[in-house]
């Protein structure tokens, strides 16, 4: 039995034959949705079900009322091109029992809206910028260098954050923010969730690039770094960011390597977490503030696909994001008292506390 819940295909020779066909070459991925792929196979027999076998997005379930039509499926499409599937060859073998329904992200539901997603001070507004916007900035930012980290490429603005000690030297202004997202600036003060941000203009900017498949490891941004509200803007290409709360209070992980703002050393994960995660579309606006910005933990897994409901969403461009923050005045005050480096006293706290940027 896999992670996802399915039993391994067997071909014709190892196991007696099933109303279940495993079926590879064939998904979202590819470009054939379910309904298509049930449509295909219904010449056949009737079909119950077309289900995803695993996170790839090119590989499915079909599941057929009865065994014969399941067998004349087999018999015909095997390792043959399908003229209703786009002419592909499809790879069939027996599945030994019908999937259980497969979950994003190693069983956890991804959600669609910051309604759905559920995590206080956490909000989401999708097509916040136009299409001709997003080309834009992007031709904007990649009109001007890149700094090359180990994963990905990152612009700062305004003040520059260091990896090496999660912070930002806020004695080191590089000037206003680009004359390019005045228009962004402009429109969050409309935000939802935001009651008062006259006193909480942006005047930090990190652009990140990541390469297709490339993702960022679990933190929280360093409370005496940045105030309360953190905004994530997606470009170019759609991701999964997942959110984790340690229920039994702080949780940092053991000493480990850090480049780059990456850390090295993969920590056991304790059993005692809260997860949950959404699904950042290009052109959508995140915002982090309250207790999604300061007592969950946030990341993005590295998958080169991200299952979203019943459907593959490929990773198939860079994804580039512009994270807006206000560089902290004083300690942070926050109620979140054992996520918070400047109320736990400790410069050893202090720098397990993950700030790395979207």
Same mark, same amino acid.
């Given at each position: ?5 399915f039993?391994? *295909? ?8 099933? *109303? ?18 049930? #449509? ?40 043959? /091109?399908?003229?209703? +599937? ?12 019908? @999937?259980?329904?497969v ?7 991804v959600?669609? #809206? ?10 989401? =507004?999708?097509?916040f ?19 090359? +980290?180990?994963?990905?490429? =990152? ?8 990896y090496e ?12 923010? @680009? ?6 600036? !402009? ?23 990541? @390469?297709?498949?490339?993702?960022? #490891? /679990?933190?929280?941004?360093? !409370? ?9 803007l ?15 209070g ?5 000493s ?12 056991a994960?304790? %059993? ?9 579309? /290009? ?5 982090? %503030? ?6 969950? !933990? ?12 019943? !459907? ?8 580039? #994001? ?8 004083? *300690? ?21 506390m ?5």
């Open positions: 039995m896999s992670k996802n819940g039993s391994r *295909p067997k071909g014709m020779g190892e196991s007696k034959s099933s *109303p279940n066909l495993y079926v590879a070459n064939c998904g979202p991925a590819v470009g054939l949705t379910h309904d298509a792929i049930k #449509s295909a196979f219904q010449s056949f027999g009737e079909v119950i079900g077309v289900h995803s076998a695993d996170e790839s997005g090119v590989r499915v379930i079909v599941c057929f009322a009865e065994i014969t039509a399941a067998q004349a499926a087999f018999q015909a499409l095997n390792e043959k /091109p399908c003229p209703n +599937l786009a002419g592909r060859v499809l790879h069939i073998r027996y599945s030994v029992s019908r @999937p259980q329904k979950k994003s992200n190693d069983s956890i539901v959600s669609q #809206s910051a309604k759905e997603l559920a995590i206080p001070g956490i909000y989401m =507004v999708h097509e910028i136009s299409l001709e916007e997003e080309k834009e900035l992007l031709k904007a930012v990649d009109e001007r260098p890149w700094k090359s +980290l180990s994963k990905r490429r =990152v612009q700062h603005y305004g003040y520059e954050f260091l000690t999660r912070n930002v030297d806020s004695k080191q202004f590089l000037g206003e923010l @680009p004359s390019f997202v005045s228009h962004i600036l !402009h429109n969050i003060q409309s935000f939802p969730g935001l009651n008062d941000i006259s006193s909480k203009l942006m005047d930090q900017l990190t652009v990140n690039e990541y @390469p297709c498949g490339v993702g960022l #490891s /679990p933190h929280i941004d360093t !409370h005496s770094a940045f105030d309360d509200l953190i905004f994530s997606s470009l170019a290409g759609p991701c999964i960011m997942e959110f984790r709360k340690y229920n039994e702080n949780w940092n992980p053991p480990s390597t850090v480049i780059d703002g990456e850390e090295l050393t993969k920590c994960e304790p %059993s005692n977490v809260t997860r949950k995660a959404v699904f950042l579309p /290009p052109r959508s606006m995140l915002l982090m %503030s309250g207790e999604g910005r300061y007592a969950w !933990h946030h990341y993005i897994p590295h998958h080169k696909v991200d299952m979203v409901g019943d !459907h593959a969403v490929r990773r198939d461009s860079r994804r580039v #994001s512009f994270t807006f923050r206000k560089v902290r005045i004083g *300690p942070c005050q926050c109620i979140y008292q054992q996520f918070c480096d400047s109320q736990l006293g400790s410069e050893n706290d202090a720098m397990r993950s700030a790395d940027t979207r």
